[in-house]
């Protein structure tokens, strides 16, 4: 099956009670069993529920992975993906990473004795530098946020199947229409299924997928022993959700385009962080291992003037000033005042968070729309 066909069929069976073709919401706690142990492969829903199995098995089929896992949230599906390490391990990570992800990192896990080298991986050779014999796990995002930084997956593989070092990949930003790390060498591929998994902006979800049986197997034990599952509603939307994901992304991708080349060409902004410009510094990176460039997209203002950013998001009316992304509607945000608030102005500015970058999710309007709105917010 292709792609297209795996968002639709992939992992899919109707539903074998009255042939249903969407899984109904199998909203239960438990199942009837007809003596102890008797029963029909669900006893406990935070162990199986079929609603969320057909998620899970869906997840597997569009990240071409063997198995797949769904959690209540991204955050709850990196915490499981950690507690697969012990005291004294270490993890190797992005160091432009998701706030939450750090957070997670160096406010929980640190606690437990996990030590985290956080480092730039856009040359992938500069891994080597921190690996050492308790090295477990190699945590990669790409493209970054905000400022859509590219990290050659291929490469990050090679490096850690020399070393026998777990690659696990947060794929939100890219979704698999974009890329498939698992295809790439990587081990695990992790989603804030939040974003375009769900894609409309009315779930909170996570999601894991890995090909080895072996640690499909631990991940499934933390999964039902520490119990972060999502429920049976929730699995249904994002069902819903990645139906349509190739062609929201193919959308997404167009007018991410349209909106990137308009901003490169306005007198009043001074750069556009979007990995599609032959002048980013990944461009090359992001060609072979992207289908296309996504909607991502950040930029700041010739000026660099703080108000003028708050202006700006403050006037925009198609795009909503919201936090999160990858909904079918356009959002932008102000890192420095809203994500990147809590970080000292001098360490943001060092991974390039200044005080006018803007970040916009581009979303599946009318591309004309959306750039009459800029116009008219930017001035
Ligand atoms: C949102 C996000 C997360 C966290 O996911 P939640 O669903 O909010 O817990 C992790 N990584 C990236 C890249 C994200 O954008």
């Known amino acids: 099956m292709k792609f297209n066909t795996k968002t639709i069929h992939g992992g899919q069976k109707h539903d074998p009670a009255y042939g249903a073709v969407m899984p109904p919401i199998y909203q239960t ?10 029963h029909k492969g669900f006893e406990y829903s935070r162990t199986h529920n079929p609603t969320r199995q057909a998620l899970e098995n869906a997840f597997a089929s569009i990240e071409n992975g063997e198995y797949g896992l769904a959690f209540g949230s991204g955050l709850a599906a ?38 985290f080298n956080f480092i730039g991986m856009q040359n992938a050779s500069n891994i080597e530098h921190y690996i050492t014999e308790n090295t477990k796990i190699i945590w990669v995002e790409t493209p970054t946020n905000p400022m ?54 009315d779930l909170v979800m996570g999601a894991l997928i890995v090909k080895d049986k072996e640690l499909a197997d631990k991940l499934f034990f933390i999964q039902n022993a520490s119990g972060a599952v999502c429920g049976p509603q929730d699995s249904f939307l994002a069902l819903r959700g990645i139906k349509t994901l190739h062609v929201r992304m193919q959308r997404h991708c167009e007018n991410g385009r349209a909106v990137a080349e308009y901003l490169a060409s306005h007198p009043k902004i001074e750069k556009v962080y979007w990995p599609g410009f032959e002048s980013h510094p990944n461009h090359e990176i992001a060609k072979a291992q992207m289908k296309d460039f996504g909607g991502m997209i950040s930029f700041v203002t010739k000026g660099n003037d703080y108000n003028e950013a708050i202006k700006i998001v403050e006037n925009l009316k198609v795009f909503t000033l919201a ?26 500015e060092k991974t390039g ?14 591309e004309e729309d959306l750039i009459n709105d800029l116009k008219q917010a930017i001035g």
């Open 29 to 38: 706690s438990t199942y009837a069993q007809s003596t102890p142990g008797g």
């Open 353 to 366: 968070v200044v005080d006018s970058l803007i970040r916009l999710s581009v979303g599946i309007e009318d």
């Open 148 to 201: 859509m930084n590219i990290i050659d997956i291929k490469a990050t593989a090679e490096i850690a199947k020399k070393h026998n070092i777990l690659l696990a990949v947060d794929n939100t930003f890219a979704t698999p229409y974009l890329q498939q790390p698992l295809d790439l060498g990587a081990d695990l591929v992790m989603h804030s299924a939040t974003k375009y998994i769900g894609g409309h902006s």
């Open 78 to 115: 990196i915490d499981a993906v950690m507690k697969l390490l012990k005291p004294g391990d270490e993890v190797i990570s992005t160091n432009d990473l998701y706030g939450g992800t750090y957070r997670l990192f160096t406010s929980i896990f640190k606690n437990f004795g996990i030590k």
């Open 323 to 348: 936090e999160s992304l990858g909904g079918v509607e356009s959002l932008c945000g102000h890192p420095a005042s809203m994500t990147h608030a809590s970080i000292p102005k001098e360490e943001r």
